[in-house]
């Protein structure tokens, strides 16, 4: 079956503006969390969805958001962007929370 | 969470067994063990996962201690395709899917 899928893959937004970051879990898939790669600070949590609910989130400004619809794709928002929120966006996917997470090819946000 | 330490590097021939340690000593009794890798630019991939048990699935085996204070991980035939970044990690199950990732160890398979 397919995989979680993310899109785009490739994004290059200029300071200022906002983004909108897609995620589709895998089929039967319920809980979605998201995170944040940069070569400074590694892999780090951003949050995670259940059953349309954010259920945890990371140490991260609110201008990071999410949400998680019906079907169980989640969309993550970054406003104002700045230079340093250039990174790797992953999103991973679970049957149920707790279990193993399967993880898209993510998406590179780049800031200019 | 627990925290973990790993080595940050090590270097494997291929076709040998590949070993990469994992210290979590202050790892709680419901708290299990997960190994993820990531492959340069992809995401990161499930590998294996331990409460107390030995455990082994096609792509490794997970060997964890008595006390339950470190594991291995054993890629028994390494192949180049195996050069990553291995993180281990420990989280309480059915809980929540936050993963902490540390610094993880770089494998390095050569010919």
């Known amino acids: 079956k397919a995989g979680v899928t993310q899109t785009p893959r490739y994004l290059i937004k200029t300071r200022g503006q906002q983004v909108t970051l897609s995620c589709s879990p895998i089929?039967?898939?319920?809980?979605v969390s998201w995170y944040q790669q940069t070569p400074g600070q590694g892999l780090q949590f951003l949050f995670e969805y259940f059953s349309e609910t954010q259920r945890n989130k990371g140490n991260f400004p609110g201008r990071f958001s999410g949400r998680q619809f019906s079907n169980s794709r989640s969309e993550m928002n970054v406003s104002t962007l700045e230079l340093g929120d250039s990174a790797l966006y992953l999103c991973?996917?679970?049957?149920?929370?707790?279990?193993?997470?399967?993880f898209g090819q993510g998406t590179r946000l780049t800031v200019v | 969470d627990a925290k973990t330490t790993q080595p940050p590097s090590m270097d494997c021939a291929e076709g040998r067994a590949a070993n990469l340690p994992c210290n979590h000593s202050t790892i709680s009794g419901n708290e299990y063990v997960y190994w993820y890798r990531q492959i340069h630019s992809q995401g990161p991939q499930y590998i294996i996962h331990?409460?107390?048990n030995n455990e082994t699935n096609e792509m490794a085996s997970l060997i964890i201690t008595e006390d339950r204070k470190s594991s291995t991980l054993i890629l028994p035939h390494a192949t180049l395709r195996d050069t990553a970044v291995y993180y281990c990690?420990?989280?309480?199950?059915?809980?929540?899917?936050?993963?902490?990732f540390g610094t993880g160890t770089r494998l390095q398979v050569f010919p």
């Open positions: 991973a996917s679970s049957l149920r929370q707790g279990e193993e997470a399967f």
């Open positions: 990690i420990v989280r309480v199950l059915y809980n929540t899917d936050k993963l902490i």
């Open positions: 331990g409460l107390k």
């Open positions: 089929s039967g898939h319920r809980s």
